[in-house]
Each structure stands twice: as structure tokens, then as C-alpha cells.
């Protein structure tokens, strides 16, 4: 069974930080990670994406603010998030690209999701 779980989220005023975590399990032959986020009346977007050998591309909104990271042999993401707004207030959510054991196609696996909300 594939497991991705996020963790991390909180409430923190604007300009403050907060680091998400996701770790999968159940899954090989390791892919993109990646993590979005949904704020309440919106449509799912992509924050940023990192590769298997760690090159990591961001929307517009975030860049020179978040950083993602990875640990491949944990099967770990890290959304490191700085100088926060208001307007970054969303569930967060992690997207794992990989092979579940028993399979043989690579697919994209999805977390729960964990909620951020920023004060002004």
C-alpha cells in the first residue's frame, strides 16, 4: 500500500516560517516530487517541483521564498517557507512520482494534504 502523508502545517503571522514535510512509503523508482496548494474557492496550483537529482523549479509567487528539498533513500520532501503572506494561506498538499511495489507503470501519488494559514 502507498502511503504519502504531509506534515508541518500550523498557523504562523505573516512573515514567519514554517517547514512541511512529506514522506512517502510503499514506492520505488523515485520521480518528481512536488507540492501545490488549495486555497477555498481555487483551483489546485503547483508551488514547485524537484527532481530525482534535486533541480527544483517554482511558480512565480514563491520564488526566493520557498525552497524544496528532498531525501531520496527517506522518500522524504521538504517545503521550506519564508517571509510568509496572507495570501499563501492553503492547504498544502505533496504529489510523489513512483512505482508501487507489485506494479510495473510509474504513477503520481497524493497526500491528505496540511493546512497553512497565515495572519496579517
Known amino acids: 500500500q502507498v502511503q504519502v502523508m504531509e506534515s508541518g502545517g500550523g498557523l504562523v503571522q505573516a512573515g514567519g516560517s514554517l517547514r512541511l514535510s512529506c514522506a512517502a512509503s510503499?514506492?520505488?523508482?523515485?520521480?518528481?516530487m512536488g507540492w501545490y496548494r488549495q486555497s477555498p474557492g481555487k483551483q489546485r496550483e503547483l508551488v514547485g517541483v524537484?527532481?530525482?537529482?534535486?533541480?527544483?523549479t517554482y511558480t512565480d509567487s514563491v520564488k526566493g521564498r520557498f525552497t524544496i528539498s528532498r531525501d531520496n533513500p527517506k522518500i522524504t520532501t521538504y517545503l521550506q517557507m519564508n517571509s510568509l503572506k496572507p495570501e499563501d494561506t492553503a492547504i498544502y498538499y505533496c504529489?510523489?512520482?513512483?512505482?508501487?511495489?507489485?506494479?510495473?507503470?510509474?504513477?503520481?501519488?497524493w497526500g491528505q494534504g496540511t493546512q497553512v494559514t497565515v495572519s496579517s
Open positions: 510503499g514506492i520505488f523508482s523515485l520521480g518528481d
Open positions: 524537484i527532481t530525482f537529482n534535486g533541480s527544483a
Open positions: 504529489n510523489v512520482q513512483g512505482i508501487r511495489y507489485g506494479e510495473y507503470d510509474q504513477k503520481f501519488y
